[in-house]
């Protein structure tokens, strides 16, 4: 169990003081994926550089199983980390040694013995799928497989908790897919902690069971992915939720203003719906309720979640606005989450 | 003795000492080579302390980089011919002596090591941060990030570095043959300059390229054979 509690981080820089993570409360489960996701400068490396110790909070407490890890120091420090692997967006691996020798570095460092040292690098780079590339070095791969042994490396000294701070945001979509899988598969097998670090809302609905979100170094809003993608309350998270549902389709991409620019009428409105609602036939008794109006199907998206199908529809409402207004009451009551995305 | 004067000077090779010739390209090999080791130890152990204190915070290491920094900044800025007169006492209480290859060894090294460890402190800050916080991320101390992350990464920059400065004591040690610590500077200056023999200014001339060429490529191939950032 990680808890941060009441945690800030000041940073005193030339222009005066900055608060990089402001006033942070966040609880995580022992073998949870939890997201924390936000833009550049959020505070997000910040926050998770003090779970490891490398930068201490200002003020406030960061608690591992009961360690108050900003009152450790000296050799019960180094120890601490040894529990928790880092993965990071650059891969940060040593390209004067091997493959192998990389991901056995942890192991050097907490002194074990050569033959076990081997042996468990080899099990790693197995589980990683990097059979065969053992003395490579890192030149030699791509950042998929770069990334795979950073995550073998991470995994050496079996930790209980893995922070991944953007460790896909250099990589392709389908690259970043493959080490998703891997993240999930190692969630599992091993009963791991992952933190997961992103700007990508695509990466959080693929993994994470809980989400939050931060922004000028606050934690605006949390809960788990399938609460938040329903219902995003604030407006950060609305533009991350919607820049995930209108960059997932292909040759019809749209971004919000594109989709505006073209339906400059009515109203554009977003429903949110999750499996046991799309069987309903919501949208039909809309327009059977409301006659008057034109509705007209513009896009739409399903996305998988840890907790179950998500989908999206975008609809263009053209009429009264009084009719338009209970129209999306009626479809509130019906559970169905929506957004107004664009009003003439 | 040559009388002979103009350009067919540089060729009476039978004027030519070669067992002389000989024992001078070893006293310049050796003194070369046994200040290089000296100047490399040392530079390293400086450009660490120069590095490892830069930016940390206490007033001990804010005192120790200055100090070093100074000391270091002194002794790259004095001329190297003034340098070796300035330590004679030196050479003089530490080796014994004030002429002959060895009485040259505390100056060439008091030079060339300043110089060698700032390269070596700018090569340990382009050191990517992101790898030395992943090790110390793993739990490292500051002598594991130093033996396991600083050393084995800037390894290529410290030969190429060291290459260069090799090439500058072979110049300095022919500065230090003028004023008697023997080798091919010493033997050029009484025998071509003193005793007007250019033929073995020419002969010393030439085996002085030839050295500085060797260094260069052994520190090449060296630079090549480690640098693994490039495949
Ligand atoms: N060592 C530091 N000194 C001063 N400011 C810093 C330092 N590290 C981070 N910051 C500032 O803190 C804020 C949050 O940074 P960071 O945690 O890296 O954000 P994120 O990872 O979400 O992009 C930024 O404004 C950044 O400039
Ligand atoms: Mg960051």
Redesign the pocket.
């Known amino acids: 169990m990680i808890r941060f509690k009441d945690v800030s981080k000041q ?1 005193s ?1 030339k222009d005066g003081g ?1 608060t ?1 993570v402001n006033d942070v409360n966040i609880e995580i489960n022992d073998g949870e994926i939890f997201g924390i996701v ?1 833009y ?8 998770v550089r003090m779970l490891d110790g490398l930068e201490a909070p200002s003020t406030g407490e960061i608690d591992i199983d009961g360690t108050d890890v900003a009152k450790l120091n000296g050799s019960a420090l180094r120890k601490q980390r040894q529990k928790i692997g880092m993965i990071f967006q650059h891969f940060n691996l040593l390209w004067s040694r091997t493959v192998i020798d990389n991901v056995a570095l942890p192991l050097e460092i907490a002194k074990v013995p050569k033959t076990k040292r081997v042996q468990r690098a080899e099990e790693l780079i197995k589980l990683v799928g990097l059979e065969g590339r053992e003395h490579s070095y890192p030149s030699e791969l791509s950042g998929g497989q770069k990334q795979r042994v950073g995550i073998a490396r991470a995994l050496a000294n079996e930790p209980t908790i893995l922070i991944s701070d953007e460790a896909t945001s250099a990589l392709d979509p389908d690259t970043t897919n493959e080490v998703l899988e891997l993240l999930l598969k190692i969630n599992k097998e091993m009963n791991l902690t992952i933190l997961l ?1 992103t700007h990508e809302m695509h990466a959080i609905a693929k993994t994470c069971d809980k989400v939050a979100v ?1 922004d000028s ?1 606050r934690v605006v809003e949390s809960g788990t992915v399938f609460e938040v993608f329903r219902h995003p309350q604030q407006q950060v998270t609305k533009n991350f939720v919607s820049e995930e549902f209108t960059t997932q389709k292909g040759d019809t991409t749209m971004t919000l203003e594109e989709l505006v620019k073209k339906y400059p009428e009515g109203q554009l409105i977003r429903l949110v719906f999750h499996g046991p609602q799309a069987e309903l036939p919501i949208v039909s008794d809309v327009i059977k309720r409301y006659p008057d109006l034109t509705i007209s199907i513009i896009s739409g998206a399903i996305h998988q979640t840890q907790e179950g199908a998500l989908g999206s529809l975008d609809l263009q409402f053209i009429g009264d606005e009084a009719k338009i207004n209970d129209a999306l009451e009626y479809l509130k009551k019906m559970r169905v989450g929506t957004e107004v995305i664009h009003h003439e | 003795m040559s009388n002979t004067t103009g350009l067919k000077s540089y060729f009476q090779f039978h004027n030519v000492d070669w067992s002389a010739m000989m024992s001078a390209t070893w006293e310049t090999i050796w003194m070369t080579l046994l200040s290089m080791v000296a100047v490399v130890v040392f530079g390293i152990i400086l450009g660490l302390i120069l590095y490892e204190t830069r930016s940390k915070s206490g007033w001990g290491f804010k005192v120790i980089n200055w100090v070093v920094g100074l000391l270091v900044n002194i002794f790259r800025s004095i001329p190297y011919i003034i340098l070796i007169i300035l330590l004679l006492p030196v050479s003089k209480t530490l080796v014994g002596t004030i002429i002959g290859p060895k009485a040259a060894l505390p100056s060439l090294i008091v030079s060339a090591a300043p110089f060698y460890a700032r390269m070596v402190e700018s090569y340990f800050r382009e050191v990517d941060s992101g790898v030395i916080e992943a090790v110390e991320s793993m739990g490292a101390t500051t002598w594991g990030v130093i033996t396991k992350v600083l050393l084995p990464e800037s390894k290529p920059a410290l030969i190429a570095g060291a290459t260069v400065t090799t090439i500058s004591l072979i110049g300095y040690t022919a500065m230090a043959g003028a004023i008697g610590a023997g080798g091919l500077g010493n033997l050029v200056y009484q025998e071509g300059f003193q005793a007007y023999n250019n033929t073995v200014t020419l002969v010393g001339t030439v085996i002085i390229c030839l050295f500085v060429f060797v260094v260069q490529f052994v520190g090449d191939r060296f630079v090549k054979w480690t640098d693994k950032r490039t495949l």
């Open positions: 940073y820089t900055l990089a936000g550049s400068g959020a505070g997000k490396s910040t926050l670090i931060m170094g």
